[in-house]
């Protein structure tokens, strides 16, 4: 489904969900705002952009039920880790991690680094999260993190210019 990323960009959904303030927990209760769920569906984006945004959104149902409908498409399958890591279920996101590579892994994790270094990167985060989520802290510092993630990971989705 073709996307006008300027239109996606100036959207309401996009714009409340980028001004976001403070960031997302680690692993949250709840979905954030419940009125974004049926706008998100309705975006005339692709699957992967709407499950992100329903990622940003806490709403793991979506998030999950999309990237889980293109199992094996490398950025669905990234989507699948983050969800999992968030649940929290560890181990579930580092089988994930282990499953997809793409491009965009360096930018997001290891700038100038290579795809291994940014896997490790991700494994090594889904353990800082567990730890922190254990001990109660520095949970400020890994909820930034985290939505540097996320937000790094929807505007490659948001701007690219072919299904991701």
């Known amino acids: 489904m073709p996307t006008n990323t300027s239109e ?4 309401s959904v996009v714009q409340t969900l ?9 692993s949250p209760k709840a979905v954030w705002h419940q009125d974004l769920t049926a706008q998100i569906n309705e975006l005339p984006a692709n699957v992967n952009i709407r499950a992100v945004l329903h990622l940003l959104n806490d709403d793991f149902n979506g998030c999950h039920e999309l990237a889980q409908s293109q199992e094996g498409n490398p950025y669905s399958n990234h989507l699948h880790s983050i969800i999992h ?4 279920d560890y181990w ?6 282990a499953r997809f590579s793409h491009e965009h892994l360096p930018e997001i994790y290891s700038p100038g680094g ?3 270094q940014a ?3 991700m494994e ?3 353990d800082d999260v567990q730890t922190v989520e254990a001990t109660g802290g520095g949970v400020a510092d890994q909820e930034k993190k985290q939505w540097e993630e996320m937000t790094k990971l929807a505007r490659i ?3 690219s210019d072919r299904e991701l």
């Open 124 to 126: 090594k985060f889904v």
């Open 119 to 121: 896997k490790e990167e």
């Open 157 to 159: 989705l948001i701007d």
């Open 92 to 97: 579930n996101s580092k089988y994930w991690i």
């Open 114 to 116: 290579t795809i291994s």
């Open 18 to 26: 980028f001004a976001r303030a403070p960031p997302a927990p680690l």
């Open 85 to 88: 890591r968030r649940e929290p």
């Open 8 to 11: 996606l960009w100036s959207s």
